[in-house]
């Protein structure tokens, strides 16, 4: 999976997955910031970020590997 960064506003830097597709698909983004990683729907990013610890969205993104969601 790759990854696109998106500069839409001063803060962080977020990355929208190129499974996206330009559709208007369904589809989040992610930034990186210090000890966190921030999450907001990309068709909604006014809409509120969720952050994790890295630790959290570690262990998500193996879960995820593992299809064990």
Known sequence: MRHEATNDS????????????GAGGNCVEVAAVTDQ????????PEAGVLKFS????????????????
Do not use: C, H, M
């Open 37 to 44: 990683r921030l999450i907001r729907d990309s068709n909604q």
């Open 54 to 69: 890295v630790r959290e969205w570690t262990a998500f993104l193996a879960s995820a590997r593992r299809e064990d969601l």
């Open 10 to 21: 001063p803060g962080p830097r977020w990355r929208k997955s190129s499974y996206s597709g």
